[in-house]
């Protein structure tokens, strides 16, 4: 029956589409940078390179419960203002340009992210059966998700683009999934969706009604999810390739 048609296929980005990992040498390989940028407009002369990383560590942890509290994401601006530099006296008046210049820095140097290798393939064949494709991410930067897409060559297949630094919400909200099945034009039942965590993708999913809520594993998933997640994903696969098992040329669900 047609209720039990997929018509949709949609991605989480970092940890889904891309590897994404980080640890303290890398980050602290691109504090300098990071560092010049905010003097732009932030006086830093009296934080050594120590305590900035500090602060950044400390800010992004306490932001951490809050946005997974609310499934609210800040603006560049009130998280760097409210968690990191908070006490500071920052000026006021600095241009939302900026804001995001730092945002996009963090999500871009502070982490390293690599396309899965199959990831083309998989989208191209994806498309041959007549998806629609879509993608939802949580991040601060409203630039990063269009400019990791675009240079990776992958954004021709993407029909939406969702991000909670546009809409403001985060997953698990059930209403950015939604959101994202209104504007395919597809029910929510018939759309599955791939992500690699529990906490967020699964249970995002879940409550949206989509037909399948799929784990793919990461460097984000142990940190992400803890011992006592209650959701279990539909099906856990090892590679993207995985999906294409799941979306016969028909669209039938097997």
Same mark, same amino acid.
């Given at each position: 029956?047609?209720? #039990?048609?997929? #018509?949709?296929?949609?991605?989480?980005?970092?940890?889904?589409?891309?590897?994404?990992?980080?640890?303290?040498?890398?980050?602290? #390989?691109?504090?300098?940078?990071?560092?010049?940028?905010?003097?732009?407009?932030?006086?830093?002369?009296?934080?050594?390179?120590?305590?900035?990383?500090?602060?950044?560590?400390? %800010?992004?942890?306490?932001?951490?419960?809050?946005?997974?509290? #609310?499934?609210?994401?800040?603006?560049?601006?009130?998280?760097?203002?409210?968690?990191?530099?908070?006490?500071? %006296?920052?000026?006021?008046?600095?241009?939302?340009?900026?804001?995001?210049? &730092? /945002?996009?820095?963090?999500?871009?140097?502070?982490?390293?992210?690599?396309?899965?290798?199959?990831?083309?393939?998989?989208?191209?064949?994806?498309?041959?059966?007549?998806?629609?494709?879509?993608?939802?991410?949580?991040?601060?930067?409203?630039?990063?998700?269009?400019?990791?897409?675009?240079?990776? %060559?992958?954004?021709?297949?993407?029909?939406? &683009?969702?991000?909670?630094?546009?809409?403001?919400?985060?997953?698990?909200?059930?209403?950015?999934?939604?959101?994202?099945?209104?504007?395919?034009?597809?029910?929510?039942?018939?759309?599955?969706?791939?992500?690699?965590?529990?906490?967020?993708?699964?249970?995002? /999913?879940?409550?949206?009604?989509?037909?399948? /809520?799929?784990?793919?594993?990461?460097?984000?998933?142990?940190?992400?999810?803890?011992?006592?997640?209650?959701?279990?994903?539909?099906? &856990?696969?090892?590679?993207?390739?995985?999906?294409?098992?799941?979306?016969?040329?028909?669209?039938?669900?097997?």
């Amino acid at each position: 029956m047609e209720s #039990h048609r997929i #018509h949709a296929v949609l991605f989480d980005l970092g940890g889904t589409l891309e590897e994404v990992w980080f640890d303290e040498p890398l980050q602290r #390989h691109a504090l300098p940078g990071f560092r010049s940028l905010l003097e732009r407009w932030i006086p830093l002369h009296n934080l050594s390179d120590e305590e900035l990383y500090s602060r950044i560590q400390k %800010g992004m942890s306490q932001y951490k419960p809050w946005r997974e509290t #609310h499934m609210r994401e800040m603006s560049p601006e009130e998280l760097y203002r409210t968690f990191i530099f908070s006490g500071m %006296g920052i000026p006021p008046g600095i241009p939302k340009e900026f804001w995001e210049e &730092v /945002a996009f820095y963090y999500e871009s140097q502070f982490f390293r992210r690599e396309l899965r290798p199959e990831a083309p393939m998989v989208l191209e064949e994806l498309k041959k059966r007549k998806m629609k494709l879509g993608v939802i991410s949580n991040i601060v930067s409203r630039t990063l998700v269009p400019f990791r897409l675009r240079t990776c %060559g992958i954004d021709r297949f993407f029909d939406v &683009v969702l991000t909670s630094a546009h809409l403001r919400i985060r997953k698990p909200n059930p209403a950015i999934f939604l959101k994202a099945a209104e504007l395919l034009r597809v029910e929510p039942k018939q759309a599955i969706y791939i992500g690699d965590t529990l906490s967020r993708d699964v249970a995002g /999913a879940r409550k949206a009604g989509y037909g399948k /809520a799929i784990q793919i594993r990461s460097f984000f998933t142990s940190l992400s999810d803890t011992s006592n997640e209650r959701e279990t994903p539909d099906l &856990v696969v090892q590679t993207l390739t995985d999906l294409l098992k799941l979306v016969p040329m028909n669209g039938d669900t097997p």
